[in-house]
Nanobody, 126 residues
Framework: QVQLVESGGGSVQAGGSLRLSCAAS?????????MGWFRQAPGEEREGVAV???????NYAASVKGRFTISQDNAKNTLYLQMNSLKPEDTAMYYC???????????????????WGQGTQVTVSS
């Protein structure tokens, strides 16, 4: 059973930066897996932000590309999301997600991820 715990959220002004962390515990294979960040604003559906595979390959949503960077420290079992040039529209609850086995398909599909954290709130004021 994989457990995910996010941290690092907070309130910042537009143009500021935050770094989110997701600590993973429990066993999961390092091979053929994906870990990602999703976010959900009030009244909106949860949407994909970024994903990273076991080899370090990444994908980003168009809205955050060039501003956000996803990374991982396999030795620490920790996933990160560096968020720069934050905008008010980035305000949301941010969730870490893990798919221990990846069978293909779009990384944006929430149902492909087996484990989710509780979320950390990010608020960006103008």
């Amino acid at each position: 059973q994989v457990q995910l715990v996010e941290s690092g959220g907070g309130s910042v002004q537009a143009g500021g930066s935050l770094r989110l962390s997701c600590a993973a515990s429990g066993g999961y294979t390092a091979m053929n897996r994906r870990m990602g960040w999703f976010r959900q604003a009030p009244g909106e559906e949860r949407e994909g932000v970024a994903v990273i595979d076991s080899s370090g390959g990444t994908n980003y949503a168009a809205s955050v590309k060039g501003r956000f960077t996803i990374s991982q420290d396999n030795a620490k079992n920790t996933l990160y999301l560096q968020m720069n040039s934050l905008k008010p529209e980035d305000t949301a609850m941010y969730y870490c997600a893990a798919a221990p086995f990846w069978y293909g398909g779009s990384w944006l599909d929430r149902w492909r991820y087996d484990y989710w954290g509780q979320g950390t709130q990010v608020t960006v004021s103008s």
